[in-house]
């Protein structure tokens, strides 16, 4: 088992990881959460209150499918950005805007999610899809993206939580332990990749902590959204008109 608690050591793991599983990563999303992921991610745009014309980010974007849901949101006449450091990822996210008509509003490039390659204020929104419990180090992510959205933008995050009705949440975990990896095997032969989805979820921090950290990273308004029972949540804030310059 790779020690995931060095931060290099987790990061070129993720990395490997999401490689390996890119080009059956959606079918298996869709199949995982029958279908309802399409619904979340839309949801999750919404709330990120991204206007027609406006400029978004996706970081850690993956396949580019929440990206593409911005790009939706913000019509023809809006620039979105999606950024991953797997290269596989943005291989078949690039794929997935080929016939897109909003495919020319759209741009993926690779970068690092902890030193994000843009000056300050630039977007009006940046979202996070799965994201945040795979990367080394949440604060300073979350850090990155409040620093170059817009003053009054929004940051949100789309990721699985902690689920909190009893007898649910034992049979759901059951689920996931047992289920999911087995589906994963089946469907791309990678049964460590799933275990691992399991394993980070299970340890990933409850979504009220998540909104803690929103709110240590400067943002206002921090709240979360619990989706189908706390399996998934959308946690989000907003940067303040005013920056305070002792955040």
């Not at 929440?66 to 949101?73: G, N, Y």
């Not at 000056?119 to 899809?129: I, L, S, Y």
């Not at 992510?141 to 034992?170: C, H, N, T, Y």
Request: with cysteine.
């Amino acid at each position: 088992m790779v020690n995931l608690h060095s931060k290099e050591k987790k990061a070129k793991y993720v990395k490997d990881t999401f490689n390996s599983i890119a080009r059956n990563y959606d079918f298996m999303n869709t199949l995982m959460t029958f279908g309802m992921d399409k619904s979340w991610r839309r949801l999750a745009v919404k709330r990120a209150e991204l206007p027609k014309g406006g400029t978004g980010l996706d970081v850690c974007c993956g396949t580019g499918m929440l990206t593409i849901e911005q790009a939706r949101a913000a019509g023809p006449a809006g620039k979105i950005t999606g950024l991953d450091f797997s290269e596989n990822m943005l291989e078949v996210a690039r794929q997935n805007i080929r016939d897109l008509e909003l495919r020319d509003s759209i741009q993926f490039i690779k970068g690092d999610a902890m030193d994000l390659p843009f000056e300050d204020n630039v977007f009006d929104c940046a979202t996070v899809g799965w994201g945040l419990r795979n990367v080394p180090d949440i604060l300073k992510v979350v850090q990155e993206m409040v620093r170059v959205v817009k003053p009054g933008g929004k940051v949100v995050s789309l990721d699985m939580a902690q689920p909190e009705i009893p007898v649910f949440r034992e049979f759901y975990w059951m689920y996931f332990n047992r289920v999911i990896p087995a589906m994963g095997k089946l469907c791309s032969g990678n049964k460590k990749a799933y275990q691992y989805f399991f394993n980070s979820s299970k340890n990933f921090v409850h979504q009220e902590e998540l909104a803690g950290i929103f709110a240590k990273a400067g943002l206002v308004e921090t709240r979360y959204l619990n989706l189908c029972g706390g399996v998934v949540a959308i946690v989000e804030g907003r940067k303040p008109a005013t920056c305070n310059p002792d955040i």
